[in-house]
């Protein structure tokens, strides 16, 4: 045992340090998530606008889906099986399940999106990715729920998990006044409904993918993802063709009547919006919480990391669409930025705390 143990030392003392330790890299990308999302709604919302009839949500969301496939599918030819997941094992059961998850987190996914973008046509870029992130505090809850009541969160997240909610709902709520900063009511609406309703299946989302992405590759299981994503939109689109008299199917087929005289500038716009979502906002981020969900990291602390997207969502909504943030949307950003600092320097502290048992029971 203690020859085969120093083989291993050496084994690994000689092989050359080409990337950075897994969890530093997993943190990375997974950080990187909620920039990617924050162009999301800025992008749909330049659609919209570049559409000169109403844009059809599925078609627009089978379009991304094509272009999540086609990326995620080509970065699989090219990386091959050299990934490996974090728990191995299990051979002829890890084959099945990345198309078992696939559809399970997919169809969380599509549906999420899909009420998403249905919301995003009456409210305004910054407002909807505030009201995506009422996720910080669905995800504890679900947690809790899943593990045994509201004390396996710890104290600290759950204070962080509530200043983030206090952000979001303070993002969107509407100035009764031109001077009013921090209203009494909360203005609601269908679109914020929608909206809201896609949170709670990303949360569901967020849950699972804790649990089954350590079993498998983030390629795989993001690909499968994708796939399935398409093949429930294609699916979605054929229904709606049997079923002509749905306003769905009515503004679907009134697009693809008014291609043909669109305007260039207007047809490049949806088409770079539609590649965008689909390359960046789709197949980059579902890889990427894969693989940074791989490492084991609780959903509910990966969710306060994403936590972030708004932020990003009103910088690029201030930059590319000139929506000037309110004074409710600058007090509820600080209470979000505060959250997050509040969760990652407890995630820190928590971290740091069991290091020294470790090492004595590997000198022991």
């Given at each position: 045992e203690e020859t085969a143990a120093r083989a291993r030392q050496?084994?690994?003392?000689?092989?050359?340090?080409?990337?950075p330790p897994a969890n530093v890299a997993r943190l990375a990308v997974l950080l990187s998530v909620p920039a990617a999302w924050g162009t999301f709604g800025p992008a749909v919302k330049l659609a919209y606008l570049a559409a000169p009839v109403p844009l059809p949500t599925l078609l627009f969301s089978a379009v991304q889906y094509v272009v999540a496939a086609l990326a995620l599918a080509s970065a699989a030819a090219v990386v091959g099986e050299r990934e490996t997941p974090l728990l191995e094992g299990g051979s002829s059961a890890s084959a099945r399940l990345p198309w078992q998850a696939g559809l399970e987190l997919g169809g969380y996914l599509f549906v999420g999106n899909l009420l998403q973008l249905a919301g995003l046509a009456s409210v305004p870029a910054d407002r909807g990715a505030f009201l995506v992130q009422t996720t910080t505090l669905i995800?504890?809850?679900?947690?809790?729920?899943?593990?045994?009541?509201?004390?396996?969160?710890?104290?600290?997240?759950?204070?962080?998990?509530?200043?983030?909610?206090?952000?979001?709902?303070?993002?969107?709520?509407?100035?009764?006044?031109?001077?009013?900063?921090?209203?009494?009511?909360?203005?609601?609406?269908?679109?914020?409904?929608?909206?809201?309703?896609?949170?709670l299946l990303y949360s569901a989302h967020v849950i699972r993918l804790a649990v089954i992405a350590p079993q498998m590759t983030a390629l795989r299981l993001a690909s499968a993802k994708a796939f399935s994503e398409l093949s429930l939109a294609l699916l979605?689109?054929?229904?709606?063709?049997?079923?002509?008299?749905?306003?769905?199917?009515?503004?679907?087929?009134?697009?693809?009547?008014?291609?043909?005289?669109?305007?260039?500038?207007?047809?490049?716009?949806?088409?770079?919006?539609?590649?965008?979502?689909?390359?960046?906002?789709?197949?980059?981020?579902?890889?990427?919480?894969?693989?940074?969900?791989?490492?084991?990291?609780?959903?509910t602390n990966a969710n306060l990391v994403y936590t972030s997207q708004p932020l990003w969502s009103a910088g690029f909504a201030w930059l590319l669409l000139s929506e000037v943030p309110t004074a409710n949307e600058v007090v509820g950003g600080i209470a979000i930025a505060g959250a997050l600092f509040l969760a990652v320097t407890g995630a820190e502290e928590a971290s740091a705390s069991p290091e020294p048992d470790a090492a004595s029971t590997k000198e022991a």
């Open positions: 050496l084994d690994g003392a000689m092989r050359p340090p080409t990337e995800v504890p809850l679900m947690q809790a729920l899943t593990q045994g009541g509201l004390g396996s969160v710890a104290a600290r997240t759950w204070a962080a998990c509530v200043i983030a909610f206090a952000g979001v709902l303070l993002m969107s709520s509407t100035n009764a006044e031109q001077g009013s900063a921090l209203p009494l009511a909360v203005s609601i609406g269908a679109g914020d409904v929608l909206v809201l309703a896609s949170a979605a689109l054929g229904l709606l063709s049997l079923l002509p008299t749905l306003p769905a199917a009515q503004e679907t087929r009134a697009f693809v009547e008014a291609l043909p005289s669109m305007d260039r500038g207007a047809a490049l716009t949806l088409l770079g919006s539609a590649a965008w979502c689909g390359a960046v906002t789709c197949a980059y981020t579902i890889w990427a919480q894969s693989f940074g969900q791989g490492s084991g990291m609780s959903a």
